[in-house]
């Protein structure tokens, strides 16, 4: 999601945050036009409430939460769709995505200091702090915010620290609640197995695991996941067979089969669909 042309720590995330059609299609931009629109304007009505109560942890999250889905779902897109285009443009749209991940990372630290304080400290240091499942949410986001920033700034080693910091964050919130919003943080984690650099030789297989308990938790309704893994696990792999598999699978899948996840399941196929145009790319033989 990340080292990080593969950017997926977070191509999962959210199930709502994924991805926009190319924005040099218009034919296949049905319901990202309404995303790209409506979530900075609500974006900047949350700042304004921002500084009017700045003690107040929820406003920070609702901000943060909308800045995140404008970066990945727009602003990524694009930028990762035009790099074979347009280098220029497309560098203008990470770095753009960039200021956005930043801002909301300093927002849930905010946020999260506001619950608990000295947080930044203790995460840190991975010191034991008493979340509960009120908290899951600002972990959660944070964590997309820290995965953004690695993903938009191409890898750069300043924002690498925080890798570490995406794992505990998660590890945290799967502890307090493992099946939350139908399996968002076991998506989460699939995609942090899948672009580890610890040199775990076990990755591969958490990211496996982790991905069949997502899949549970969505009642198989998650599209967003099955792209994912074609994406970064498949290509890794040089599996062309495994990525049609996938990919079909996923362009199969009903997006009305759960409304709460319609839109995001719409982009998920979106991509899915532009990634079939890049089969020649993706694989060398």
Same mark, same amino acid.
């Given at each position: 999601?990340?080292?990080?042309?593969?950017?997926?720590?977070?191509?999962?995330?959210?199930? +709502?945050?994924?991805?926009?059609?190319?924005?040099?299609?218009?034919?296949?931009?049905?319901?990202?036009?309404?995303?790209? #629109?409506? +979530?900075?304007?609500?974006?900047?009505?949350?700042?304004?409430?921002?500084?009017?109560?700045?003690?107040?942890?929820?406003?920070?999250?609702?901000?943060?939460?909308?800045?995140?889905?404008?970066?990945?779902?727009?602003?990524?897109?694009?930028?990762?769709?035009?790099?074979?285009?347009?280098? #220029?443009?497309?560098?203008?749209?990470? *770095?753009?995505?960039?200021?956005?991940?930043?801002? %909301?990372?300093? #927002?849930?630290?905010?946020?999260?200091?506001?619950?608990?304080?000295?947080?930044?400290?203790?995460?840190?240091?991975?010191?034991?702090?008493?979340?509960?499942?009120?908290?899951?949410?600002?972990?959660?986001?944070?964590?997309?915010?820290?995965?953004?920033?690695?993903?938009? *700034?191409?890898?750069?080693?300043?924002?690498?620290?925080?890798?570490?910091?995406?794992?505990?964050?998660?590890?945290?919130? +799967? /502890?307090?609640?493992?099946?939350?919003?139908?399996? *968002?943080?076991?998506?989460?984690?699939? %995609?942090?197995?899948? @672009?580890?650099?610890?040199?775990?030789?076990?990755?591969?297989?958490?990211?496996?695991?982790?991905?069949?308990?997502?899949?549970?938790?969505?009642?198989?309704?998650?599209?967003?996941? #099955?792209?994912?893994?074609?994406?970064?696990?498949?290509? /890794?792999?040089?599996?062309?067979?495994?990525?049609?598999?996938? +990919?079909?699978?996923?362009?199969?899948?009903?997006? @009305?089969?759960?409304?709460?996840?319609?839109?995001?399941?719409?982009?998920?196929?979106?991509? /899915?669909?532009?990634?079939?145009?890049?089969?020649?790319?993706?694989?060398?033989?």
């Amino acid at each position: 999601m990340i080292i990080f042309q593969r950017r997926q720590l977070y191509i999962w995330i959210f199930s +709502i945050l994924v991805l926009n059609a190319c924005s040099v299609n218009r034919s296949t931009m049905f319901g990202a036009d309404i995303i790209e #629109y409506t +979530i900075p304007l609500t974006a900047k009505a949350q700042e304004k409430k921002i500084r009017k109560d700045s003690f107040d942890s929820t406003v920070y999250l609702e901000a943060s939460e909308k800045l995140i889905q404008f970066s990945y779902a727009i602003l990524m897109d694009k930028a990762d769709r035009l790099m074979y285009a347009d280098y #220029y443009t497309a560098r203008e749209y990470y *770095s753009e995505a960039l200021d956005l991940f930043l801002t %909301s990372r300093e #927002y849930m630290l905010t946020a999260l200091s506001l619950r608990h304080p000295d947080f930044k400290s203790k995460m840190i240091h991975k010191e034991s702090i008493s979340f509960t499942t009120r908290d899951i949410p600002y972990l959660y986001w944070l964590s997309g915010a820290m995965a953004g920033s690695i993903s938009a *700034s191409k890898g750069d080693p300043s924002y690498l620290i925080d890798l570490t910091n995406i794992k505990w964050l998660l590890e945290n919130a +799967i /502890a307090l609640e493992p099946g939350w919003e139908k399996g *968002s943080l076991y998506a989460a984690m699939m %995609s942090v197995y899948l @672009n580890d650099t610890t040199g775990d030789r076990d990755s591969e297989k958490k990211a496996l695991e982790y991905f069949e308990l997502a899949d549970r938790a969505a009642n198989g309704n998650n599209i967003g996941i #099955y792209v994912t893994l074609a994406e970064s696990f498949a290509v /890794a792999k040089q599996d062309k067979d495994y990525f049609l598999e996938l +990919i079909n699978k996923a362009l199969s899948m009903d997006i @009305n089969a759960d409304k709460d996840m319609k839109q995001a399941n719409l982009l998920s196929k979106l991509r /899915a669909k532009w990634l079939l145009t890049r089969i020649d790319d993706l694989f060398y033989m």
